[in-house]
């Protein structure tokens, strides 16, 4: 399938590691010109795109500083053009229960999680709707649609990115703009085995043990591969996918029993 992106540009969020990364690297295999972005190890990410054939240009920043964001848009539209696409993303909080959540932790889950993708969407949302042609896509979690436990803070704010992106779509689709989220189950990723390290220590456990257990309740019987998110990422993105928009899809391996 022709996914009709050839000529556009993109701004991706966090795209040094991990989803990010998986999301970056698909759409430059579909010849967007892309912004990769992150705090770290940009030119490497440059490179390997580079090396495959694609087209990609680094811009290091951390979006939770004061002007980062505004610094960064400039920067990627001198380099690029105007942004087409626009994938949100970024670290998440570290593991906490509910109970233990505290005013510190909430404002952290905030800043972290959803004031840095609105005021991207504000800066970047104006072009596409003047154009009538724009994707957003925010990388979420499967928490959004039956909360993680010991997740408490993630399940917080990227609930709340959730409900402002729902609310988003439906106010720009006679613009040709889509607003989408793609949740993640268990992706093989370095966020994910940090993750599984967090619950062996808590349980006394090997790392090993607890991957294992988890698997034995994913119907596909394994983690998924970042390279298959990538690919679902790029596809929202796409032009055939214009008529989708304001929807959550599961990248899970059947994880969560519900539609």
């Known amino acids: 399938m022709d996914l009709g992106i050839s000529s556009r540009s993109a701004l991706v969020a966090a795209s040094t590691s991990g989803l990010g990364r998986a ?9 967007v010109r892309v912004v990769i972005n992150g705090r770290h190890n940009v030119e490497e990410v440059v490179a390997e795109i580079r090396e495959r054939g694609g087209d990609a240009v680094g811009i290091a920043a951390d979006l939770t500083e004061p002007g980062a964001i505004e610094e960064l848009v400039k920067r990627a539209r001198a380099a690029v053009g ?3 696409i626009l994938v949100l993303n970024g670290g998440g909080p570290p593991p906490a229960p509910a109970y233990a959540v505290d005013d510190d932790g909430v404002s952290a889950a905030i800043d972290s999680l959803l004031r840095p993708h609105v005021e991207l969407i504000r800066r970047l949302l104006p072009g596409m709707r003047e154009r009538r042609w724009g994707r957003i896509l925010a990388v979420g979690s499967s928490g959004i649609q039956a909360p993680l436990p010991d ?3 993630s399940n917080l704010g990227r609930g709340a990115l959730a409900g402002y992106l729902k609310t988003l779509a439906a106010e720009v689709a006679p613009d040709g703009v889509t607003v989408n989220l793609l949740l993640p189950g268990r992706i093989d990723t ?9 619950s062996a220590e808590r349980q006394g456990r090997d790392a090993e043990q607890v991957r294992a257990d988890v698997i034995s309740t994913i119907p596909a019987g394994r983690y998924g591969d ?3 998110f990538g690919a679902a ?3 929202l993105c796409s032009g055939p996918a214009a008529y989708i928009t304001g929807t ?3 990248v899970d391996g059947g994880a969560v029993q519900s539609l």
């Open 23 to 31: 999301i970056a690297t698909a759409l430059a295999d579909e010849g």
């Open 82 to 84: 105007d942004i087409d």
């Open 151 to 153: 997740l408490a803070l």
């Open 190 to 198: 370095e966020r994910v085995k940090s993750l599984d390290a967090a």
């Open 226 to 228: 970042p390279s298959e």
């Open 233 to 235: 990422g790029a596809f």
């Open 248 to 250: 959550a899809l599961r």
